[in-house]
T-cell receptor
Framework: GQQLNQSPQSMFIQEGEDVSMNCTSS?????WLWYKQDPGEGPVLLIALYKAGELTSNGRLTAQFGITRKDSFLNISASIPSDVGIYFCAGTTSGTYKYIFGTGTRLKVLA | EAQVTQNPRYLITVTGKKLTVTCSQNMNHEYMSWYRQDPGLGLRQIYYSMNVEVTDKGDVPEGYKVSRKEKRNFPLILESPSPNQTSLYFC???????????????FGPGTRLTVL
């Protein structure tokens, strides 16, 4: 089945650093979603993007919907220990109820 | 409390022994979906349901069945489990419809299944 390429696969950063991750697809999506999964739990939605070029923030998180509609980016500023987890991107197209998820970026924050 | 619940949370079974993983939501959501999570592969959608009695295949439906007889419940059935179905399974729900909120899926806590 189709999957999104997400990079990097994992990151080790120092507390206080900024983080960037991205997601690319061979298909066009008209909705991009970013989720975070804490250890032992289900994913939780962080940000939803609905328009090409859109830039949306949620606290220290900022995500962008790529102009080509085939990519999306997530930035975390001033990371803190509770940012640890796996971050997933997901895409979908209007008129369908299918969601394609990325392979995840595992983030570890060193205090 | 608004939530999605799954049972069981952990299950070890043997090849060929039919099993059902239950999923229930208390948010009156129309849309429900099942995913499996495997290392290096992220989440992959198995089946989804837009409403009662309306279901459709996701990306990896082979070896699974679902039913949606009531709005709140969406069980996942493995008629003859095989070792390659060993995985972490998540149920999710959202309000559905055509508004943007349909994309805001709430996930259950997961069911870790091992098939020997």
């Amino acid at each position: 089945g189709q999957q999104l390429n997400q990079s990097p696969q994992s990151m080790f950063i120092q507390e206080g650093e900024d983080v960037s991750m991205n997601c690319t697809s061979s298909s066009i999506f008209n909705t991009w979603l970013w989720y975070k999964q804490d250890p032992g739990e289900g994913p939780v939605l962080l940000i939803a993007l609905y328009k090409a070029g859109e830039l949306t923030s949620n606290g220290r998180l900022t995500a962008q919907f790529g102009i080509t509609r085939k990519d999306s980016f997530l930035n975390i500023s001033a990371s803190i220990p509770s940012d640890v987890g796996i971050y997933f991107c997901a895409g979908t197209t209007s008129g369908t109820y299918k969601y394609i998820f990325g392979t995840g970026t595992r983030l570890k924050v060193l205090a | 409390e608004a939530q999605v619940t799954q049972n069981p949370r952990y299950l070890i079974t043997v090849t060929g022994k039919k099993l059902t993983v239950t999923c229930s939501q208390n948010m009156n959501h129309e849309y429900m979906s099942w995913y499996r999570q495997d290392p290096g592969l992220g989440l992959r959608q198995i089946y989804y349901s837009m409403n009662v009695e309306v279901t459709d295949k996701g990306d990896v439906p082979e070896g699974y069945k679902v039913s949606r007889k009531e709005k709140r419940n969406f069980p996942l059935i493995l008629e003859s489990p095989s070792p390659n179905q060993t995985s972490l399974y998540f149920c999710a729900s959202s309000s559905g419809g055509t508004s943007a909120s349909r994309n805001e899926q709430f996930f259950g806590p997961g069911t870790r299944l091992t098939v020997l």
